[in-house]
C-alpha cells in the first residue's frame, strides 16, 4: 500500500500531499547536499537559515514560492563561498561543465562530466 491508496484522515497527511515534495531531481539533490554538508559539520542549521532567509526575502523572489529551490541553491553556494569551501567561480565553471556533458551525452545514457567535451582527458 502507497500513501496514495490511504484516502482520510486515516493516512495522517495535509490535504494536498500527493503532489511531489520536489518539482525536480535536481531539487531533491540540492536539499540532500545540504543535509549531508550540515551533517559533516561545515555549517551550522542556524547559519543556513540565515543564509536561506537572505535568499528567500530577496525582492526578486517569486511571491507564489516557485522560485524556492533556485533560491535554495544559491543559498547553499552563498554559504560555501563564505566558507571558503566552493568559490562562486569554480561553481559556475563546474555548473557549466556539467551542462556540456548534459548537451554532449546521448538521450537514454547517464550523464556523466567525462562526456564534456571540454574536459581534459
Same mark, same amino acid.
Given at each position: 500500500?502507497?500513501?496514495?491508496?490511504?484516502?482520510?484522515?486515516?493516512?495522517?497527511?495535509?490535504?494536498?500531499? @500527493?503532489?511531489?515534495?520536489?518539482?525536480?531531481? &535536481?531539487?531533491?539533490?540540492?536539499?540532500?547536499?545540504?543535509?549531508?554538508?550540515? @551533517?559533516?559539520?561545515?555549517? !551550522? &542549521? !542556524? $547559519? &543556513?537559515? *540565515?543564509?536561506? !532567509?537572505?535568499?528567500?526575502?530577496?525582492?526578486?523572489?517569486?511571491?507564489?514560492?516557485? @522560485? =524556492? =529551490?533556485? #533560491? &535554495?541553491?544559491?543559498?547553499? $553556494?552563498?554559504?560555501?563561498?563564505?566558507?571558503?569551501?566552493?568559490?562562486?567561480?569554480?561553481?559556475?565553471?563546474?555548473?557549466?561543465?556539467? $551542462?556540456?556533458?548534459? #548537451?554532449?551525452?546521448? #538521450?537514454?545514457?547517464?550523464?556523466?562530466?567525462?562526456?564534456?567535451?571540454?574536459? *581534459?582527458?
Amino acid at each position: 500500500m502507497n500513501r496514495r491508496e490511504v484516502k482520510g484522515p486515516a493516512a495522517g497527511l495535509p490535504a494536498g500531499l @500527493d503532489a511531489p515534495v520536489f518539482a525536480a531531481p &535536481w531539487q531533491a539533490e540540492a536539499f540532500a547536499m545540504t543535509v549531508a554538508l550540515h @551533517d559533516k559539520g561545515l555549517f !551550522s &542549521w !542556524s $547559519e &543556513w537559515a *540565515d543564509a536561506l !532567509s537572505a535568499e528567500v526575502k530577496r525582492p526578486d523572489a517569486a511571491a507564489d514560492g516557485h @522560485d =524556492y =529551490y533556485e #533560491h &535554495w541553491l544559491a543559498a547553499l $553556494e552563498t554559504l560555501l563561498a563564505s566558507k571558503g569551501l566552493a568559490a562562486k567561480p569554480d561553481v559556475d565553471a563546474m555548473a557549466r561543465a556539467w $551542462e556540456r556533458a548534459a #548537451h554532449a551525452t546521448p #538521450h537514454g545514457k547517464p550523464i556523466l562530466l567525462d562526456n564534456d567535451p571540454r574536459a *581534459d582527458n
